[in-house]
């Protein structure tokens, strides 16, 4: 008997990728040389699609030699210095920057403006595109804290405004509040502001009925996606025969043997169309 395979309609691009992967479509279709900076989307797959349009992916250094052009900003936004260059070089910005994520930058630019005495502490990944944008509203004084553990690194006699990567746990931020909040001085101020995306947040829920209704769990998704790490953790948690994929070459014949059920879903940067392709592989690998 031929298992049931279901995608979920959770599951797929967030809202703000895609409005940058319209934006990008647009203009390519006026046949526009347009540049990107950085990855558009974390899914290797989408940006072949997008590269193959014309898209030309660049980085910072890239950015720095070129002049009179376009230039996307994808959705996880971008620090100062790079408008400031762009207006430099006479670079036209497309700025797909996320509302969510924008909202979040001139809040940390507000609160640095106001008091730059006090500790700005961004709960992220280090290094990753959004929090280099939001390190960027500090003049690069804010303090970036990865994991729970990190917490103690803090220095609790001074001020505190915690804010958080739209991406992250909500479960890790409300452990991380409650730590600052018995070792903070009484003489210090703590604040916390949750800004964590809620189409992304809401997904956790999802992903774990999701992942409870199947035998075999196919999560598709880039490796570089931090928001598929939290996801795919969370579908492995609830359903342990759950297996993380990029593309539907990678999907072994062996882990079909004696499933009646399979689910497919993904993260805030998996296209439905490749979610679509791994459900024709698995048909096509049951009819062998």
Aim: glycine share 6%; with cysteine; hydrophobic share 35%.
């Amino acid at each position: 008997m031929q298992p049931k395979i279901e995608i979920d309609n959770g599951s797929g691009f967030c809202f703000g990728v895609t409005t940058a992967i319209s934006k990008a479509e647009t203009e390519l279709a006026k046949g526009n040389t347009l540049y990107c900076l950085g990855d558009i989307v974390h899914n290797g797959m989408e940006c072949e699609r997008l590269k193959n349009m014309g898209l030309i992916t660049i980085n910072h250094e890239e950015m720095k030699k070129l002049h009179n052009v376009k230039v996307l900003l994808r959705a996880h936004g971008e620090p100062p210095e790079t408008y400031a260059l762009a207006n430099e070089n006479n670079i036209e910005i497309i700025d797909a920057t996320c509302p969510v994520v924008l909202q979040l930058q001139r809040r940390i630019k507000r609160q640095y403006d106001n008091n730059q005495s006090a500790q700005i502490v961004i709960f992220g990944k280090p290094g990753h595109a959004e929090v280099l944008g939001l390190v960027g509203q500090t003049n690069s004084q804010a303090k970036v804290i990865a994991h729970f553990d990190d917490v103690e690194t803090l220095d609790f006699g001074k001020d505190i405004y915690l804010y958080s990567q739209t991406t992250k746990s909500l479960d890790e931020f409300h452990r991380i509040i409650e730590y600052i909040q018995d070792h903070i001085s009484p003489t210090a101020t703590f604040r916390s502001f949750d800004t964590i995306c809620r189409q992304v947040a809401n997904r956790m829920p999802n992903v774990s009925g999701f992942a409870s209704r199947h035998n075999l769990v196919l999560f598709v998704c880039g490796r570089k996606s931090s928001n598929g790490r939290v996801l795919y953790n969370e579908c492995k948690r609830i359903n342990p025969n759950s297996y993380q994929i990029e593309d539907p070459s990678e999907i072994q014949a062996e882990w079909l043997k004696g499933v009646v059920s399979i689910g497919i879903c993904g993260a805030t940067s998996t296209p439905k169309w490749l979610m679509e392709q791994c459900k024709e592989k698995i048909e096509e690998i049951m009819e062998q």
